[in-house]
């Protein structure tokens, strides 16, 4: 898997408090170009919070991102999130619309293709992860697996640069959750610069570059995905004997 060290995510010393708890204590952290970044940690341990950081869904108390070398503030946010797609634990599509106008919707009232352009990349993405078929369906006839998948497809129709995903599987039933890692790992191979919270640790190991365990809202170890089979910290011991 090639990784160039680009730093195209840059986070220094993030902090988030909500009231008296703080969420994220000086978190530091850099993705770089091509690179493929797990997230992995208990629950409550501030990793979905840290990914939301960086589009900005959560306002850190302190410290900076930077997505390619742009600052992610107020200022710049719109244009930083055209160029990062994130999908949620839970597909947010729009019920009464279809799949390929969920796709497209956003592309062409952006601006950004014509709508005979965006319905062309829609069908195209579609057939890559093998729902065409379901173009003109709704997202209630969908299995939760499909709707994932629609998920991923509007979110790559926008053609960003990096993909946030934000434990795309824990919502699924076992069944359905290897059709949605297909999808992400067939991304791997591409080169997409990803940051993946998942509770899936075979899959991290699999196609991480990077794999960061989090705990108590910092970074307790970090490495390339050997750590998880030699882990040094006795936090991410113990986490790895309860979830292997």
């Not at 160029?83 to 597909?91: A, L, N, S």
């Not at 992860?129 to 991923?152: C, E």
């Not at 699999?206 to 390339?224: P, S, T």
């Amino acid at each position: 898997m090639e990784n160039t060290n680009v730093p195209v995510i840059s986070a220094k010393d993030l902090n988030l408090w909500y009231g008296d708890f703080k969420a994220l204590k000086s978190i530091s952290l850099d993705v770089g170009e091509r690179e493929i970044t797990a997230l992995i940690g208990p629950s409550g341990c501030g990793k979905s919070t840290f990914l939301r950081c960086l589009n900005r869904l959560e306002i850190p108390t302190g410290g900076s991102i930077k997505f390619e070398g742009i600052e992610v503030d107020d200022a710049h946010i719109d244009a930083v999130r055209q160029k990062m797609g994130m999908v949620f634990q839970h597909f947010n599509l729009f019920p009464h619309l279809t799949i390929k106008k969920n796709i497209t919707l956003a592309p062409v009232k952006l601006g950004l293709m014509t709508k005979e352009e965006a319905d062309a990349e829609a069908m195209r993405l579609l057939e890559r992860v093998g729902l065409a078929d379901k173009a003109d369906s709704y997202p209630p006839q969908l299995s939760g697996g499909q709707k994932q998948r629609i998920a991923i497809v509007r979110a790559l129709a926008m053609k960003p640069d990096v993909m946030l995903f934000d434990e795309p599987t824990s919502a699924l039933d076992p069944e359905l959750v290897g059709e949605v890692l297909n999808v992400m790992r067939s991304l791997a191979k591409e080169g997409m610069t990803m940051v993946c919270v998942t509770h899936e640790i075979g899959f991290a190991r699999e196609v991480a570059d990077q794999i960061v365990f989090m705990d108590g809202g910092v970074v307790v170890e970090k490495g390339g995905p050997d750590i998880i089979d030699h882990p040094t910290e006795p936090r991410f011991k113990d986490f790895l004997q309860h979830v292997l």
